[in-house]
């Protein structure tokens, strides 16, 4: 059947260069791209991206020696016809799988992206607090925190040209107190971190916004203004904090548990309001 129809497989394997693509926002795609011929059999693949990855999703399979016996009882057409339909098919693909595997091959970007921001501003702020506790031990750290942390985190969010907060369920400053949504995402953290499970950023679409959820864990360094009263905070410095920081609950933590978590909001065009969280 395929000696007799040479062009048929010429033009299911240009097919795939004019397959429709499916483009999200960051330019991620899902296409067709391959069709292959081995051991008697033609295999036609999606390609996804998943985290970044490109996997190959199997779309069609069809056996070159079961289509012959079906070319002498009349239904080769109707095969031909099946493999046209599905090589022209990341587009019955695409249409059927839209608003599935599209979507979360673009929340999968998104919440990647979001990371390296959220890991960026990060890094900015651990650098200047341990410089802060070099230059003067945890008191100085604690004046560098109520004064810099955030000057420090709005600029870094505004290099990065995205919004980004730092919040917690147990907050030392108001402003940085979780709201509802976000203290199910910690407490939600803190149990998968209590049954040895990793913890997943989360990201959802809001509003025209892509708004990402990021875990902060405790150190060694944090145990310094947020560790045990008496044991790993001084007097001198509890009584700072106490005096920065009236409504204090950020204290009695050890290391290696979840402090609060990073807030990354991202312009998204054609974002909408789901308002649900994707893990």
């Known amino acids: 059947m395929w000696r007799s129809h040479p062009n048929k497989l010429d033009t299911l394997r240009a097919t795939h260069m004019d397959c429709r693509s499916i483009k999200a926002t960051r330019e991620r795609r899902v296409k067709c791209r391959d069709l292959e011929a081995r051991d008697n059999t033609y295999t036609l693949y999606m390609i996804a991206y998943i985290r970044g990855t490109p996997r190959k999703v199997e779309v069609l399979k069809v056996n070159k ?12 057409v109707l095969m031909i016809a099946l493999l046209v339909n599905a090589w022209n098919g990341c587009q ?3 249409e059927s799988e839209d608003k599935t595997e599209t979507t979360q091959v673009d929340l999968e970007s998104w919440k ?3 990371q390296e921001y959220a890991m960026k501003a990060q890094q900015a702020l651990g650098q200047n607090l341990k410089a802060a506790l070099q230059q003067g031990g945890p008191p100085f750290a604690v004046d560098f925190c109520n004064t810099r942390a955030i000057p420090i985190t709005d600029s870094a969010a505004q290099e990065l040209k995205v919004s980004l907060r730092r919040v917690s369920d147990k907050y030392r ?6 709201n509802e949504k976000e203290s199910k995402y910690i ?3 803190k149990e998968q971190l209590a049954a040895g499970e990793t913890i997943h950023p989360a990201i959802e679409e ?3 916004k892509m708004i990402g959820y990021y875990p902060i864990l405790t150190n060694a360094m944090c145990m ?3 560790g045990q009263p008496g044991k790993d905070i001084n007097e001198e410095t509890l009584n700072l904090i106490k005096e920065r920081y009236p409504d204090d609950r950020a204290v009695g933590y050890q290391p290696h548990e979840v402090r609060g978590i990073w807030v990354v909001e991202m312009d998204a065009a054609g974002a909408t309001s789901s308002g649900h969280i994707e893990e």
Do not use: D, F, I
């Open 92 to 94: 019955s693909v695409g």
């Open 206 to 208: 809001m509003e025209g």
């Open 224 to 226: 310094n203004c947020h």
């Open 173 to 178: 400053n108001p402003g940085n107190q979780a």
């Open 112 to 114: 990647t992206q979001g």
């Open 65 to 76: 020696n079961k289509n012959l016996a079906m070319k002498k009882n009349g239904y080769g």
């Open 187 to 189: 407490s939600r953290a």
